[in-house]
């Protein structure tokens, strides 16, 4: 017998299976306020630069109003209110005249904010923007804290990934979750923006460890048929963690208090986590059947399977698991994905497709603020629609095949980032609809891929290929908010960038990569090649759901 079998052996649909699920989806609730938290964490209050008539007390004029006094010490912005980054450098008080108008003050000379800036706290208390002054001419690293974020994701995940098959899934998991919990919770200590960086560096580091093992871990104890239903659930945890971070922030205003909130639960879930087996699996495979043999025998006794501790013996397992530990000896290079035409052109394919995905959506997601005022409802919306959106992704596939809903999807979320960028900033209810449904858009293009992508390489392949494309990915979410990053000289070229890529991409996919509805899994490249669509119609298979860990 395989594993598969060993599995079901032990009670593959028992109660360890409903307890390791319940303890794996508490992590994954809690991602999302660290992934997407800079939208309240770093959020960009109201501000103008700090004036002696207005907040120096003693040489304020106390027979003028404090409009009066912000008229005379703080020049109009383009939006014809006090201007954010600029004040004069005296006070204008020929500005106090009913009838002077702009030509009074415009060639008046003003100079940057010496002193500081006066933030708006009506919507928040305090934000890591507010606390080391990061507008005007510094409000580039703002963007640059989420790059360097998702830096650390990337390379948690290439460096993590590795690890865990030298470590096993359990003690990784374990340690990912303390070092988030200790990382993001010194954050509230950082004596500087520097700092911070490198503390949101080694949380997004152990994140990415995270994300890795608990699907892996959930993938590995799971039975085959079960295996669709646990992940689409792992993915819709993922989209309620978002709704939670908008009523967490919505609550706490203040960043150290959000931040404390979303990151001392991960103490409680480092404790939880060692009630955890090991996977079986990994360890048969690495060479160690005797812990293994430990470990399904407590998945057993769990399940209450009582006789599996006399008929599963040391003999058994190994005999069973002959052919995977063969497999699992041979090792695939990323450069085969790249020596035959067909994998060559499909890698090339979906590469662009992975790369531009990552970049407009964390493009959209990482910058609430520019899509309307009430960026609590907005993310909360976020999270209902993405739920909606893998919710769907199953109706949709019994209907079309993948490419044609990717390639829809696509175009669609590019479509509506366009269109934000004519709908006026004051007609706030047209951008977050259009906000929305590019979100609703995303989430089913990112639940397809996954699927797709799996179904375009060889078995001995396909996960090297995964691999690849992942760390594509997270390369494009490294990216997206680097190019924020121009909005100040180039207003136009970040929207324009989220917008048009994935527009772009849904052409490379219809013009260059086949449907594969209802199309076997390929087990060897003579498979890629004498695949035909037309084989497949009569003999369709059901469809396994996995979800992106591309959070």
């Known amino acids: 017998m395989a594993f598969a079998e060993l599995l079901e052996h032990v009670g593959g649909e028992g109660l360890f299976q409903t307890l390791q699920l319940f303890t794996l989806l508490l992590p994954n609730l809690f991602l999302p306020p660290h992934v997407l938290g800079d939208n309240f964490l770093a959020a960009t209050p109201r501000h103008r630069c700090w004036a002696h008539m207005l907040d120096g007390g003693s040489e304020a004029a106390t027979n003028l109003t404090p409009e009066a006094l912000l008229a005379v010490s703080i020049p109009l912005g383009p939006d014809k209110k006090p201007h954010q980054c600029r004040r004069f450098r005296r006070p204008q008080w020929q500005l106090l005249d009913p009838n002077a108008t702009a030509t009074n003050w415009s060639e008046a000379a003003t100079e940057p904010c010496v002193d500081g800036w006066v933030y708006d706290h009506s919507t928040f208390s305090s934000t890591i923007v507010a606390e080391w002054g990061l507008v005007c001419d510094s409000q580039g690293l703002q963007p640059m804290l989420q790059a360097i974020f998702m830096a650390g994701v990337l390379l948690g995940s290439s460096v993590l990934g590795l690890l865990s098959y030298w470590f096993g899934r359990k003690t990784l998991l374990s340690w990912c979750c303390l070092q988030v919990a200790v990382a993001d919770t010194s954050t509230i200590f950082a004596p500087s923006f520097l700092v911070y960086c490198g503390l949101r560096f080694l949380s997004a580091f152990g994140l990415a460890g995270i994300i890795l093992t608990s699907a892996t871990l959930m993938v590995e104890w799971t039975t085959t048929r079960r295996r669709d239903v646990t992940m689409t659930l792992l993915g819709c945890t993922y989209s309620m963690g978002q709704m939670v971070l908008g009523g967490l922030a919505f609550v706490l205003r203040d960043w150290r208090a959000l931040q404390l909130a979303v990151s001392t639960p991960f103490f409680a879930i480092f404790l939880l986590c060692w009630w955890l087996p090991e996977s079986a699996r990994w360890l048969i495979i690495t060479g160690r059947p005797d812990r293994a043999l430990q470990e399904l025998r407590t998945v057993a006794r769990i399940n209450g399977h009582k006789e599996a501790k006399k008929t599963l013996t040391l003999e058994v397992l190994t005999s069973s698991m002959e052919e995977e530990v063969a497999s699992a000896r041979t ?43 009430d960026i609590f409802l907005l993310q909360v919306l976020f999270g209902a629609v993405d739920l909606l959106g893998r919710a769907t992704v199953t109706f949709l596939l019994r209907f079309f095949g993948r490419r044609t809903i990717l390639a829809v999807f696509q175009a669609m979320a590019g479509l509506s980032i366009l269109a934000n960028v004519l709908v006026p900033q004051d007609l706030q209810t047209l951008r977050v609809v259009f906000a929305v449904l590019g979100k609703g858009c995303f989430a089913v293009t990112l639940t397809i891929v996954t699927i797709y992508k799996t179904e375009l390489f060889p078995t001995p392949l396909r996960m090297t290929a995964d691999g690849f494309l992942q760390a594509v990915g997270r390369l494009g979410a490294v990216m997206g908010p680097l190019i924020r990053m121009t909005r100040q000289a180039v207003p136009l070229l970040p929207p324009l960038s989220y917008g048009l890529t994935p527009i772009v991409s849904s052409l490379v996919l219809l013009l260059f990569l086949p449907e594969t509805r209802g199309l076997p899994l390929p087990d060897t490249i003579q498979d890629l090649e004498a695949q035909k669509p037309a084989a497949a119609r009569g003999n369709r298979r059901e469809v396994t759901i996995t979800e992106s860990t591309w959070f």
Do not use: E, K
């Not at 090339?348 to 531009?356: A, E, N, T």
């Open 331 to 373: 090792h695939q290079s990323v450069l085969d994905l790249f020596r035959v035409p067909t994998l060559w052109r499909r890698s090339c394919c979906l590469f662009i497709i992975c790369f531009s995905l990552m970049i407009s959506y964390y493009g959209l997601v990482l910058d609430l603020q520019n899509l309307g005022s």
